[in-house]
């Protein structure tokens, strides 16, 4: 257990890249920095990046200096979100002041919003078994699970309860929200997200980055960020 947190000890996630970002692109913004031991760019089955990767640097007082960089942090003149990678199953701790996507932060989340955001859910996750984990926190209304074409989840749902304070309830546990053994991310519903793209569909998450999209353009991670673990 020691050595998987020590291995873990200089690695950062990398959301919003680019589109197409290459890891040979992603190399080459990352060593700026500092020596890097390994650097993924994650693809979907059809080799098509998601938007998002990991950078392993040699030095974890590196890795740590950009995450604290956090609004400075650029590729190719786009914002990237970068954060201390977790291991697999472990809750992140909170941001502070939300995310990009605007430059309110969460000024945009509506507290009377029963809708909230639902990601790193497992391959696994089926319609019933999510309705069924979310119904301890209240009555649900709807819940949208995002599939691929495999028949799988994505790793990503929206989840309207019938009452916001269900929804309330759920991001108060943030922390602690465990599916099938493993932590998944709830965040609020932000209206607005990134007004600069032009292509929002009206709502985003976490704090509105992606305008609607989420990293990867079409969904967190664009077809499963954290789906099976980052």
């Known amino acids: 257990m020691d050595g998987a947190l020590e291995d873990n000890a200089g690695k950062i996630f990398v959301g919003g890249l680019p589109k197409g970002c290459s890891q040979d692109a992603l190399t080459n913004w990352a060593t700026q920095f500092g020596p890097v031991s390994k650097v993924e760019v994650k693809c979907d089955p059809q080799g098509v990046p998601r938007g998002f990767g990991f950078v392993t640097f040699e030095d974890a007082t590196i890795a740590q200096q950009v995450v604290a960089n956090k609004d400075n942090n650029t590729m190719e003149g786009k914002w990237v979100d970068c954060k201390m990678a977790q291991a ?5 701790p909170p941001a502070k002041g939300g995310g990009k996507g605007g430059k309110g932060g969460m000024s945009g989340i509506d507290p009377s919003n029963p809708k909230i955001f639902v990601g790193a859910l497992p391959r696994t996750a ?49 922390a602690s929200n465990q599916f099938e053994g493993k932590w998944i991310d709830c965040k609020p519903i932000v209206k607005g997200g990134d007004k600069g793209k032009g292509k929002g569909k009206g709502d985003a998450w976490g704090g509105g980055y992606g305008g609607g999209k989420g990293y990867g353009g079409g969904g967190y991670g664009g077809g499963g960020y954290g789906g099976g673990g980052y």
């Open 88 to 92: 697999p199953g472990s809750a992140p």
């Open 126 to 174: 089926t319609q019933d078994t999510v309705t069924a984990f979310f119904g301890s926190f209240g009555a649900v209304r709807d819940v949208s699970l995002k599939m691929g074409d495999d028949g799988q989840c994505k790793g990503f749902a929206f989840v309207t309860f019938e009452e916001a304070s269900s929804a309330k309830a759920v991001l108060d546990n943030y």
